[in-house]
C-alpha cells in the first residue's frame, strides 16, 4: 500500500472519494517510501549495523507518523532530536535520510519557510558526511521541500547536481522542476522541461497541467491558464481536484472572489468534490495575496469534515509564522467546537495554541491584547491574558512579560510574585545581577510585593551578601523593606550560611581536598544521582548499557581520573623502562601503568606488562588486574592473580568489590567450590559489609537464578547467610524462587517458598506462584499454597492473595467468589499494591475488574479505588473510560475527593473535552518541597515550615475547605514534635468536625501523651493513654515509660499503679521491663516526703530492702554533686558494697583531677578492688587533664566493659535461680 501511494501520488485523474474512511491519508503519503533507482550502489553493511538502522528507522518513523496522524504537523524539537539520535548512531540508512527530508516542509507550520529549507540543507549536508547515499527519491524530497517553503532556486543547478552525483532524474523529478518553473511564471522554462519529458517518452500527468495552469496564472494569461483543461481533455485525461484547486489558486491570487465562487458551483454541479483541506489551500491563498477580506466567503464552504480541526490549526500556524495572524484568528474562530455566545464560562479554554504562537512569533502587545480581548468577549477563554502571560514567561520573553503584566494591571487583574519566577530563574543561572534588579523594578513599578520564596529561592542567590542586595535595591529605587526579605535573609543564611565554612574546609584543608577540584567533581555528582536513581532491578537490567556509557563517558573526558599528573600510558611505559635501566624502584610507576591499563580496559597488554614486571609488582596493581579479569570473564587469570600476591603476603586483604566480583564470575563459570571459599575469606579476613554489597549479594544470586542454575544459587544464599555476610530479607531471598520459576518448575518454587518463610520467615514471589498454579490448572497445589498461607499469615491475607491472583489471569467469576466471602474488610495496603501493580502494567481490564468487584466490600475506600481507575486512564490517555468512570461514580453515589476530581479533569483537558464539573484550587505550599540543608538548620526550617502550614489550615478551615484525614494527622504529629499541644489539640477538634470518626494513630497518640508529660498535665496523660487502650491502639513504650518517671518525679503512687493495670497485658509486647515499675515505685517514695520508706525498711528489719534502696538513692544521685554521696556515706559509714558508691563518686566529680586522685588513693588504702570501668575512667580523666597514668589502662572501650559486667551480673543472677 505505501509502494503504491508513492508511486501514484495525487497526480492520477480520479476524483477523490468523500465516503469514510476513503480519505486519503496524510501519515501515507507522507511517509511513503519510493523505490530507489538504479545507480551509485553502495556496499551491503554488516548484518549488525542493518538491524541498528531497521531498528531505528522503526522507531523514528512511529514516533513522526504518531505526532502526523495526531496533528498533522511535527515540531522542530522532535525532529531535532531524531535527527541527532540518528547522527549518534552513525549508520544513516537511506530511509532515515528520507524520512527526515520530507518532514522539512509544511509539516513544520511553527517553523519560518527560510528556516525549514535551512534545516533541510542542514540534514542533507550532515547525514551525507556520515555516509549516506542519496537516491532519486531524496533529490525529489528535497524539490518537495523547496516547493513547499516557496524557495527560489535554479532548476537547471539542481539538475546539473545530481548529474554530477551520478543520479538520475525521474519522472517525479521532472514533474516537479516543472512546478518550480511554473511557480515564478517561467513557462519557458517549464517547456524545457516538458521537451525533456517527452524525449524520455515519460508520461505526461495532472501534476503537470495543474503546475502549467499555476504558471500561465502567474504570467497573468488567465486565458491560457483555462485553456489547459481542453487541452487534458485533449491528451485523454480528465481535469481531476488538483487541477481545479490549482485554477482556484490563481483566481484566489488576483482577489477573484467571482471566479472563486463560479469555479466551486461548477465543481458542484458537476458532482465532483473538494476536500476541506483544498480550501484551506484557497485560503492561504488568498491571505498571502491580500485579500483576507474574502476569506469568510471560503469558511462559508466547508464541510467540516474529520480532520478538519487540526488541518485548520495547521494553516493559522502557517499564517501566523507568515505574519498573517488576523486570517489565521479568522480561521481559528471557525472551528466547529467553540462554544456558543451564551455558553457557560465554565466552559474550556480555546485557543491556547494561537496564542502560544503569536508570543513565539513575537506579535506585538497591541495585537496580542486584540487577541485576547475578542476571545473573552466571545467567552471562548477564560483568563487569555494569563495564558499569554504564562507563555511570555515560558519563552523567556522578559520585555512582552513585563508589559502584559502591565496589561493585567490596567485591567485590574491580578498579579502573583510567582509570576517573575521564570525571568529570575533565567538571570539566576546567568548569574545576571542587573538583570534580576531589573525584573524586581519592573515588579515595584507594578505594585507586587516578592514573597518569601521568591526572594529564598530565585534572588539572594544571585549575591554575595544581604547587605550588597539591599543596597542595589535602594540605588534602583526598590525600597522592599519588608517581612517578607527578612525571613527571607533569615533562610538565606540559616540555609548557606554554615554550609560556607563546610564547604571551604573540604575544598581547601589538605586532610579532605588531596587534589584541585575539576570535572571529577561534577561527573561524580551526574553518576552518583544516575545510579542511585536507579533500581536494583534496572541497574542489573541496564548493566551492559552501563558499561558501555562508561566506556563512552572514558572517551570523551581528555584525561583519566586515577592517573597523577594527567600521565598516559605511553609515558609511563617510557619512565618504567627508564628507571628499571637505572636500577631504581618501580612499583609505584608499575602500579600507575597498570591501573592505566585497566582503565582502558586493555587486558592483554596489563598482564603482559604483569608478566614482564612480576618481581615489582604490588598489591594495588595485583587489585586493579583482579577487577579487570573479573570484568572480562577472565576467570583462571583472575584467580591465579589472586593466589600470587597472596603467596606474596598472605595477609593482604582485597577490597570488597574485588571479592564479590570474583564470587560473580567464579558462579558464573560453574566453580561455585571457589565462590564459596572467597565468601569465606571475606568473614575470615572481616571485609566490611555495606548495604551496596548486600544489593550486589542479590545480583550474583539473581545472575544465577535467571541461568537456571539450583545448586549455585542455593548454595551461595546458605553461604552467605551462614556467615553472616548478611541478614535474610526478602529481595535476598526472592532467587530461591525465581530460579525454579525460570525453569518453568512451580511445584519447586512453592517447596522453595515455604521452605524459605520457615526459615526465615519471608514469602517472596507467592502472588507470581500463584498466578502460575492458576495459569496451570493444578488445584491440588494451590491450595496447598492457599492452606499454607492461612496457616502462617491467617485467612485473610489468604483471600487477598488468591483474589489477586485469580483477578490477574483473568480468572474473574472466581476472584469475585473469593471477594465475596462474608465478613471480609478492606486492607488498603493489598488493594493499593495490586492496583499500582496494574497501573505499571497496564491492565486496564483487571483493575476495572478488582474496581467493580470491591464496591460492597467493607470499609473499601471507593474514591480510593476509582482514583487508581482514573490514574490509568490518564497514563493510557483513554478520556471515554475516564468519563464512563465518572458516570460509574455517579452511579454509586461516591463522592470524590479534590484530587480525583483534578485527575479526571486534567485527563479531560488533554483531550479536548469539557469539564463537566467545577475543578477545585490546589493549594500550594512551596516551602514544604524546600531542601533541608543540615541538620543545624533543620529544626528552624520545619519550625516555620510548621506554622506556614497551619495557619494555611487555619484559612483553609475559614473557607471550609476540607483535607484527607492524613494530612490531619501529619499536621498534628508535627506540632506535638515541636511541643505545640494547644494547636495540636485544636487541629484535632478541627478534624473531627470534619472527618466523621476520625482518630489520631498510635504514633500521634504517643506523641500527644509525651507532650502533655513534658506540659505536666499528667492527668490528660493518663486519661489520653486510656483512650489508646480503650480504641484497641498500641502505645509507644517511650510514651509510657515518660508517664511513669514523671509519675514517680511527683511521687504518685497510686497513678503509677493505675498505669501499670493499664499497660499490664502489652508490657511484654512493647518492651517494657518489669524493673521499670518496681523503681520508679521506689522513686516515687523517695520522692513523697510524707513517708519515710528507707526508716520503715530498717525498723521492720528488712536490710536487703534497705541497701536496695540506698542504692537507688545512689544511681539517681550519680549526676549530681559528689558532696551528697560523701554526706550519704557519712550517715551510712558500713555500706556493704564501697566499690559501687566509690564508682558512682568517680563519676561525679566530673573533671575534678584532684579529688580522683585522692579517692583513688583512698581507695588503695582500704584494699577496694578497682574494676575495669573505674580504671579506665579515672585513666581517660588523668589523659584529658595532661597527668600521668600511674596504671595500666584497660585497652577496650566503655562501651565493652560495660557489656561485659552487665554478662556478669546475668550470669550471677542465673545461677541464683
Not at 531535532?80 to 548512531?89: A, E
Not at 519588608?482 to 574546609?505: D, K, M, P, Q, W
Not at 586493579?624 to 570473564?633: F, K, S, T
Not at 585513666?1179 to 587533664?1185: F, H, T
Request: aromatic share 8%; charged share 25%.
Amino acid at each position: 500500500v505505501l509502494l503504491l501511494a508513492a508511486a501514484l501520488p495525487s497526480e492520477q485523474g480520479s476524483w477523490r472519494v468523500a465516503a469514510a474512511g476513503q480519505k486519503p491519508s496524510s501519515g501515507a503519503r507522507l511517509f511513503a517510501i519510493a523505490p530507489h533507482q538504479k545507480g551509485k550502489v553502495q556496499e551491503e553493511p554488516v548484518l549488525s549495523v542493518q538491524n541498528k538502522q531497521a531498528q531505528h528507522f522503526d522507531w523514528a518513523l512511529n514516533k513522526l507518523d504518531s505526532s502526523v496522524r495526531r496533528t498533522g504537523r511535527i515540531t522542530r524539537t522532535l525532529l531535532l532530536r531524531i535527527f541527532h539520535d540518528m547522527c549518534r548512531t552513525g549508520y544513516p540508512s537511506s530511509n532515515q535520510a528520507l524520512l527526515l527530508l520530507r518532514s522539512c516542509g509544511s509539516l513544520l507550520p511553527e517553523v519560518p519557510l527560510c528556516e525549514r529549507t535551512e534545516l533541510a540543507h542542514m540534514i542533507w549536508g550532515k547525514l551525507q558526511d556520515l555516509g549516506a547515499v542519496y537516491d532519486a527519491s531524496h533529490y525529489n524530497a528535497l524539490l518537495k521541500v523547496y516547493l513547499q517553503n516557496e524557495h527560489k532556486f535554479s532548476p537547471t543547478e539542481f539538475l546539473s547536481k545530481m548529474e554530477e552525483a551520478n543520479v538520475q532524474p525521474n519522472r517525479v523529478t521532472y514533474q516537479r522542476l516543472i512546478a518550480a518553473y511554473c511557480n515564478e511564471g517561467d513557462i519557458e522554462g517549464a517547456s524545457k522541461i516538458l521537451g525533456f519529458m517527452k524525449m524520455k517518452e515519460l508520461p505526461i500527468t495532472e501534476a503537470v497541467f495543474s503546475s502549467l495552469v499555476t504558471g500561465h496564472a502567474r504570467t497573468g494569461d488567465m486565458e491560457n491558464a483555462e485553456n489547459i483543461f481542453s487541452v487534458m481533455r485533449d491528451a485523454g485525461i480528465e481535469p481531476g481536484p488538483d487541477t481545479y484547486l490549482a485554477l482556484l489558486n490563481a483566481y484566489a491570487e488576483k482577489g477573484d472572489i467571482n471566479s472563486v465562487k463560479q469555479i466551486l458551483e461548477k465543481i458542484e454541479k458537476m458532482e465532483g468534490y473538494l476536500m476541506d483541506r483544498d480550501l484551506l489551500q484557497v485560503i492561504y491563498s488568498l491571505a498571502k495575496a491580500g485579500y483576507p477580506q474574502y476569506v469568510p466567503d471560503i469558511l462559508s464552504q466547508m464541510r467540516y469534515e474529520r480532520g478538519y480541526i487540526p488541518d485548520a490549526m495547521n494553516l493559522s500556524l502557517n499564517l501566523i509564522t507568515q505574519g498573517l495572524e488576523d486570517t489565521a484568528f479568522q480561521v481559528f474562530k471557525s472551528f466547529p467546537t467553540l462554544p456558543s455566545e451564551n455558553h457557560s464560562e465554565t466552559s474550556m479554554d480555546y485557543g491556547n495554541f494561537f496564542l502560544q504562537h503569536c508570543v513565539h512569533m513575537d506579535k506585538p502587545l497591541s495585537k496580542l491584547k486584540q487577541f485576547c480581548d475578542e476571545l473573552k468577549e466571545a467567552n471562548m477563554h477564560s483568563s487569555p491574558l494569563q495564558f499569554t502571560l504564562y507563555c511570555a514567561l515560558e519563552s523567556k520573553k522578559a520585555a512582552l512579560a513585563i508589559n502584559l503584566m502591565k496589561t493585567m494591571k490596567e485591567e485590574g487583574l491580578p498579579l502573583r510574585p510567582h509570576y517573575s519566577w521564570p525571568l529570575l530563574v533565567g538571570y539566576q543561572k546567568e548569574k545576571n545581577v542587573q538583570g534580576t534588579i531589573g525584573v524586581l523594578k519592573a515588579m515595584h513599578e507594578l505594585g507586587v510585593e516578592p514573597d518569601v520564596e521568591t526572594y529564598t529561592n530565585y534572588v539572594l542567590t544571585n549575591f554575595d551578601d544581604i547587605q550588597t542586595f539591599r543596597a542595589l535595591l535602594q540605588e534602583n529605587g526598590c525600597p522592599f523593606e519588608t517581612e517578607g526579605l527578612s525571613v527571607a535573609a533569615l533562610r538565606h543564611e540559616a540555609i548557606y550560611g554554615t554550609l560556607e565554612n563546610i564547604t571551604e574546609l573540604l575544598y581547601k584543608d589538605g586532610r579532605y581536598c588531596q587534589t584541585p577540584p575539576g570535572p571529577a567533581e561534577a561527573v561524580g555528582y551526574f553518576l552518583y544521582n544516575l545510579i542511585d536513581s536507579m533500581s536494583d532491578s534496572e541497574v542489573q537490567a541496564k548493566e551492559e548499557h552501563l558499561r558501555q556509557y562508561f566506556h563512552q563517558l572514558k572517551k570523551m573526558v581528555p584525561f583519566h581520573f586515577l592517573l597523577h599528573n594527567n600521565t598516559e600510558v605511553s609515558a609511563l611505559e617510557e619512565e618504567l623502562e627508564k628507571l628499571k635501566a637505572e636500577k631504581q624502584p618501580i612499583g609505584n610507576v608499575l602500579k600507575q601503568l597498570i591501573v592505566a591499563l585497566c582503565a582502558e580496559e586493555n587486558m592483554q597488554k596489563a598482564l603482559e606488562v604483569k608478566a614482564k614486571y612480576e618481581p615489582d609488582m604490588v598489591v594495588g596493581g595485583y587489585a586493579a588486574l583482579i577487577n579487570l579479569c573479573c570484568r572480562h570473564d577472565n576467570v583462571e587469570d583472575a584467580m591465579n592473580l589472586k593466589e600470587e600476591v597472596f603467596r606474596k603476603d598472605s595477609s593482604v586483604a582485597l577490597d570488597t568489590n574485588k571479592y564479590l566480583a570474583l564470587v560473580k564470575v567464579l558462579g558464573k563459570h560453574g566453580r561455585l567450590e571457589d565462590a564459596i571459599n572467597i565468601l569465606k575469606e571475606i568473614k575470615e579476613k572481616d571485609i566490611p559489609i555495606k548495604d551496596t554489597t548486600v544489593t550486589s549479594f542479590f545480583h550474583i544470586l539473581n545472575a544465577a537464578a535467571m541461568r537456571g542454575e539450583v545448586e549455585t544459587v542455593n548454595r551461595l544464599h546458605e553461604s552467605i547467610l551462614t556467615l553472616g555476610l548478611a541478614k535474610p530479607s526478602t529481595n535476598l531471598c526472592t532467587p530461591l524462587i525465581t530460579v525454579h520459576l525460570e525453569k518453568d518448575d512451580v511445584p519447586s518454587a512453592l517447596e522453595a517458598t515455604i521452605d524459605c518463610y520457615k526459615k526465615y520467615g519471608k514469602m517472596p514471589r507467592l502472588h507470581d506462584i500463584l498466578c502460575r498454579l492458576i495459569e496451570q490448572g493444578n488445584t491440588e497445589l494451590l491450595q496447598k499454597a492457599m492452606d499454607f498461607v492461612s496457616q502462617e499469615r491467617g485467612e485473610m491475607m489468604m483471600l487477598y492473595d488468591i483474589f489477586f491472583a485469580f483477578l490477574n489471569t483473568g480468572k474473574y467469576k472466581e476472584a469475585k467468589k473469593i471477594i465475596e466471602t462474608p465478613g471480609l474488610r478492606a486492607r488498603p495496603g493489598s488493594l493499593q499494591w495490586f492496583a499500582e501493580k496494574c497501573i505499571a502494567t497496564n491492565q486496564m481490564e483487571t483493575l476495572e475488574n478488582m474496581v467493580e468487584m470491591t464496591q460492597k466490600l467493607f470499609e473499601c475506600d471507593r474514591d480510593e479505588m476509582y482514583y487508581y481507575l482514573l490514574k490509568l486512564c490518564k497514563i493510557s490517555n483513554d478520556w471515554r473510560k475516564a468519563e464512563a468512570t465518572w458516570t460509574k461514580m455517579q452511579e454509586e453515589n461516591v463522592i470524590p475527593r479534590a484530587r480525583t476530581l483534578r485527575l479526571l479533569a486534567d485527563t479531560l483537558k488533554n483531550n479536548g473535552q469539557e469539564v463537566p464539573f467545577d475543578v477545585p484550587e490546589v493549594i500550594y505550599v512551596n516551602a514544604l518541597y524546600m531542601p533541608l540543608q543540615c541538620n543545624v538548620t533543620s529544626q528552624l526550617f520545619f519550625f516555620i515550615l510548621i506554622v506556614e502550614a497551619y495557619n494555611i489550615l487555619l484559612e483553609a478551615q475559614k473557607k471550609d475547605i476540607m483535607f484527607p484525614a492524613s494530612a490531619y494527622s501529619t499536621l498534628i504529629k508535627a506540632l506535638l514534635a515541636e511541643g505545640c499541644l494547644e494547636e495540636a489539640l485544636k487541629v484535632k477538634n478541627i478534624a473531627e468536625t470534619h472527618i466523621k470518626g476520625f482518630t489520631l494513630n498510635d504514633a500521634a497518640s504517643s506523641l500527644l501523651i509525651i507532650t502533655q508529660v513534658r506540659r505536666d498535665y499528667l492527668k490528660d496523660a493518663i486519661s489520653t493513654l486510656k483512650k489508646v487502650l480503650e480504641s484497641d491502639m498500641v502505645p509507644m513504650s517511650l510514651a509510657v515509660i515518660r508517664l511513669i518517671q514523671a509519675l514517680a518525679m511527683k511521687g504518685d503512687l497510686e497513678s503509677i499503679c493505675t498505669v501499670e493495670k493499664m499497660v499490664e497485658n502489652l508490657a511484654t509486647s512493647i518492651g517494657l521491663s518489669r524493673m521499670l515499675f518496681v523503681n520508679n515505685t521506689v522513686l516515687a517514695h523517695i520522692k513523697k516526703p510524707a513517708t519515710d520508706l528507707f526508716l520503715q525498711y530498717v525498723d521492720a528489719g528488712r536490710v536487703d530492702d534497705a541497701r536496695f534502696l540506698l542504692q537507688v538513692i545512689i544511681y539517681q544521685e550519680r549526676n549530681s554533686s559528689g558532696q551528697k554521696i560523701k554526706t550519704l556515706l557519712d550517715l551510712v559509714p558500713d555500706f556493704p558494697d564501697m566499690k559501687i558508691v566509690y564508682s558512682y563518686l568517680l563519676k561525679s566529680l566530673d573533671n575534678d583531677v584532684v579529688s580522683a586522685k585522692t579517692l583513688f588513693e583512698k581507695m588503695k588504702s582500704e584494699n577496694i578492688h578497682t574494676d575495669e570501668i573505674f580504671l579506665k575512667r579515672l585513666a581517660v580523666l588523668l589523659k584529658n587533664a595532661g597527668e600521668p597514668v600511674p596504671f595500666t589502662e584497660p585497652p577496650e572501650s566503655f562501651h565493652f566493659y560495660v557489656n561485659k559486667l552487665t554478662q556478669e551480673r546475668q550470669e550471677i543472677s542465673s545461677h541464683a535461680e
